[in-house]
Antibody, heavy 117, light 110 residues
Framework: EVQLEESGGGLVQPGGSLRLSCEVSGFTFSNYWMAWVRQAPGKGLEWVAH????????FYVDSVKGRFTMSRDNAKKSLFLLMNSLRVEDTAVYYC??????????WGQGSLVTVSS | QSALTQPASVSGSPGQSITISCTGT?????????VSWHQHHPGKAPKLIIFNVSNRPSGLSDRFSGSKSGNTASLTISGLQAEDEADYYC??????????FGGGTKLTVL
């Protein structure tokens, strides 16, 4: 069974940093592109970033470029999102998702990040 | 990277059919067959229901179907059931090597 589990969310002050993790099981992690998607309170889903299987290619939504860094450790079957210079508008539930069928076919339950003073 | 345009809400009675539209541009929906639909019950993980415009994941009910014409994709749910009440999002690949979601549509089963 494919499983994705996010962790690392919490409350952080504006300007602060946080690192999210996503541990996966049930599939060969190193073969897949992976993505982060977020949902701000009362808002829709927003693609944040995605990364290729060996971690050499990464793409980001404009609003997080230069502040967020996506990475992966294939040996540990883990995905990461390092978030720096956090803003109030980054408050959201962050989901990790697997790429397949040219879309995101499996999702985690999400991790809540709250940016507030 | 503007969100694709979806109606904010749709509703229907049990057994009826509804269609949700998703309008983009010639740089996303109109350019690729990489359009998918995701069902999201609040507090739960989103669920893929349609990929590559009109394909259903294995095991998914054939009450869900998708199509595309030009810059607009559509999701049709037939034989509405109470458990279909959820938020629905379209997603498209873009010419900038990024992904863009629709704003989401809240489906109410009356």
């Amino acid at each position: 069974e494919v499983q994705l589990e996010e962790s690392g969310g919490g409350l952080v002050q504006p300007g602060g940093s946080l690192r999210l993790s996503c541990e996966v099981s049930g599939f060969t992690f190193s073969n897949y592109w992976m993505a982060w998607v977020r949902q701000a309170p009362g808002k829709g889903l927003e693609w944040v970033a995605h990364i290729n299987p060996d971690g050499s290619e990464k793409f980001y939504v404009d609003s997080v470029k230069g502040r967020f860094t996506m990475s992966r450790d294939n040996a540990k079957k883990s995905l990461f999102l390092l978030m720096n210079s956090l803003r109030v508008e980054d408050t959201a539930v962050y989901y990790c998702a697997r790429h397949m069928h040219e879309t995101f076919d499996c999702w985690g339950q999400g991790s809540l990040v709250t940016v507030s003073s | 990277q503007s969100a694709l345009t979806q109606p904010a809400s749709v509703s229907g009675s049990p057994g009826q059919s509804i269609t949700i539209s998703c309008t983009g541009t010639s740089s996303d929906v109109g350019a690729y067959t990489f359009v998918s639909w995701h069902q999201h019950h609040p507090g739960k993980a989103p669920k893929l229901i349609i990929f590559n415009v009109s394909n259903r994941p294995s095991g998914l009910s054939d009450r869900f179907s998708g199509s595309k014409s030009g810059n607009t994709a559509s999701l049709t749910i037939s034989g509405l059931q109470a458990e279909d009440e959820a938020d629905y999002y379209c997603l498209s690949y873009t010419s900038s090597n990024t992904w863009v979601f629709g704003g989401g549509t809240k489906l109410t089963v009356l």
